[in-house]
């Protein structure tokens, strides 16, 4: 790195980060040793390397609720991934954490999503019993660490050590062995605790919003909710009408109340436990980043309301029982037959197994992609 340029980067983290925030100055550094960039900092070039991936790009055609054909004006897996990041940049400079660190985890933290949402990551995974299992953390993992090709010298993308420890801690379902090499008698980082809050806010938010323009969700469902009442009283919004601006506004206010609560009751948190470093901060016994016992009873109510209103709604239920069966029964067809699978997945089989191999293939396929392949296979009379 150019000296002035290395020497004006960590003078700016020294003010904007907080004692508990990673400098990239302070980084464990990455697995193969690079020369540093003249000016930008290891954290910017492993969001721009997470941003310019195959797997990334993919991400477009990824189901988030809705599976891309019912509409384009519902959130994607990229979509709720960009959202995840700007919330994630936001509390990351209120809090005085390492604001690339965040955005680098955020970008990452679902490129092992498979097609068809968390139906595609149960089918994989009921598939992969018996073969080391499947979680969408892990995938993303071995995207980052093995699975991209993008470099001579390596596989993956030679990440900082604190991005694939932010990714191995996200704190949804993940596996004891992904945190063998991350420290795993230790919490997560600030940047990666931002990242997990970021990311619930945001699903929370824009699958309410998803759900209400889609007509699954209606004014009269919502409003015995407390968050509903709250929000309604915040934007003096008066029903029973609920006109495109005022959904809009009702997801804008709620993620800010939501942003909102985070920083004051982290703040309050991380004041309290008198932290004065980054090691300090990630051997507490809870998180630091989080929200108050006020909103988190009124966000329960609300994923609650999802789940029975949205998720387990006839037309998701039908979408996720295609899903299934797309899955499965390409995974079985290839299982059956590996001389299906295109000749660049058949010379990974040696090395990973067939089921793996299969599995990092299905993974990585879009939406539509996964349909045309099982339209091939089993409905040959609807293609030309």
């Given at each position: 790195?150019?000296?002035?340029?290395?020497?004006?980067?960590?003078?700016?983290?020294?003010?904007?980060?907080?004692?508990?925030?990673?400098?990239?100055?302070?980084?464990?550094?990455?697995?193969?040793?690079?020369?540093?960039?003249?000016?930008?900092?290891?954290?910017?070039?492993?969001?721009?390397?997470?941003?310019?991936?195959?797997?990334?790009?993919?991400?477009?055609?990824?189901?988030?609720?809705?599976?891309?054909?019912?509409?384009?004006?519902?959130?994607?897996?990229?979509?709720?991934?960009?959202?995840?990041?700007?919330?994630?940049?936001?509390?990351?400079?209120?809090?005085?954490?390492?604001?690339?660190?965040?955005?680098?985890?955020?970008?990452?933290?679902?490129?092992?999503?498979?097609?068809?949402?968390?139906?595609?990551?149960?089918?994989?995974?009921?598939?992969?019993?018996?073969?080391?299992?499947?979680?969408?953390?892990?995938?993303?993992?071995?995207?980052?660490?093995?699975?991209?090709?993008?470099?001579?010298?390596?596989?993956?993308?030679?990440?900082?050590?604190?991005?694939?420890?932010?990714?191995?801690?996200?704190?949804?379902?993940?596996?004891?062995?992904?945190?063998?090499?991350?420290?795993?008698?230790?919490?997560?980082?600030?940047?990666?605790?931002?990242?997990?809050?970021?990311?619930?806010?945001?699903?929370?938010?824009?699958?309410?919003?998803?759900?209400?323009?889609?007509?699954?969700?209606?004014?009269?469902?919502?409003?015995?909710?407390?968050i509903w009442k709250t929000i309604a009283e915040e934007i003096h919004w008066v029903g029973?009408?609920?006109?495109?601006?005022?959904?809009?506004?009702?997801?804008?206010?709620?993620?800010?109340?939501?942003?909102?609560?985070?920083?004051?009751?982290?703040?309050?948190?991380?004041?309290?436990?008198?932290?004065?470093?980054?090691?300090?901060?990630?051997?507490?016994?809870?998180?630091?980043?989080?929200?108050?016992?006020?909103?988190?009873?009124?966000?329960?109510?609300?994923?609650?309301?999802?789940?029975?209103?949205?998720?387990?709604?006839?037309?998701?239920?039908?979408?996720?029982?295609?899903?299934?069966?797309?899955?499965?029964?390409?995974?079985?067809?290839?299982?059956?037959?590996?001389?299906?699978?295109?000749?660049?997945?058949?010379?990974?089989?040696?090395?990973?197994?067939?089921?793996?191999?299969?599995?990092?293939?299905?993974?990585?396929?879009?939406?539509?992609?996964?349909?045309?392949?099982?339209?091939?296979?089993?409905?040959?009379?609807?293609?030309?």
């Open positions: 790195m150019n000296y002035a340029s290395a020497l004006n980067t960590f003078r700016k983290e020294e003010v904007a980060i907080a004692p508990y925030g990673i400098r990239s100055k302070d980084s464990k550094g990455r697995q193969f040793p690079e020369e540093d960039h003249a000016f930008r900092s290891c954290f910017q070039r492993d969001k721009d390397r997470i941003i310019h991936t195959t797997s990334f790009r993919r991400l477009e055609y990824k189901t988030q609720v809705f599976i891309n054909d019912e509409g384009d004006y519902y959130r994607t897996r990229l979509t709720h991934t960009l959202e995840v990041a700007q919330i994630g940049r936001t509390l990351a400079r209120a809090l005085g954490g390492n604001e690339d660190l965040v955005e680098a985890i955020c970008l990452a933290h679902d490129m092992g999503h498979p097609p068809f949402g968390h139906s595609g990551e149960s089918a994989l995974a009921k598939m992969m019993v018996n073969s080391g299992s499947f979680n969408h953390n892990h995938q993303t993992l071995r995207i980052v660490t093995k699975l991209e090709k993008r470099y001579a010298d390596f596989d993956g993308l030679n990440l900082c050590y604190e991005t694939l420890e932010g990714i191995a801690k996200h704190e949804t379902e993940f596996n004891f062995s992904d945190l063998l090499e991350y420290n795993p008698d230790s919490r997560g980082h600030l940047e990666a605790q931002i990242a997990n809050v970021a990311d619930e806010i945001a699903y929370s938010a824009h699958d309410l919003d998803d759900g209400l323009r889609s007509g699954i969700i209606t004014v009269d469902m919502c409003e015995d909710l407390l029973p009408k609920l006109a495109d601006l005022d959904r809009h506004r009702f997801i804008n206010a709620l993620i800010n109340l939501a942003v909102t609560d985070t920083f004051y009751t982290s703040q309050e948190k991380i004041t309290s436990a008198k932290i004065k470093s980054v090691d300090e901060l990630q051997r507490l016994p809870y998180n630091v980043v989080g929200n108050s016992e006020s909103w988190l009873i009124q966000n329960r109510e609300l994923k609650d309301f999802l789940f029975n209103n949205l998720y387990r709604h006839y037309r998701v239920v039908r979408m996720n029982l295609k899903a299934d069966m797309i899955i499965t029964r390409l995974f079985e067809a290839f299982r059956k037959e590996p001389s299906l699978l295109p000749k660049h997945i058949q010379t990974t089989i040696e090395e990973r197994g067939t089921d793996t191999a299969i599995c990092d293939y299905i993974a990585g396929m879009t939406d539509r992609y996964a349909i045309e392949q099982y339209q091939k296979l089993f409905e040959p009379s609807l293609l030309p």
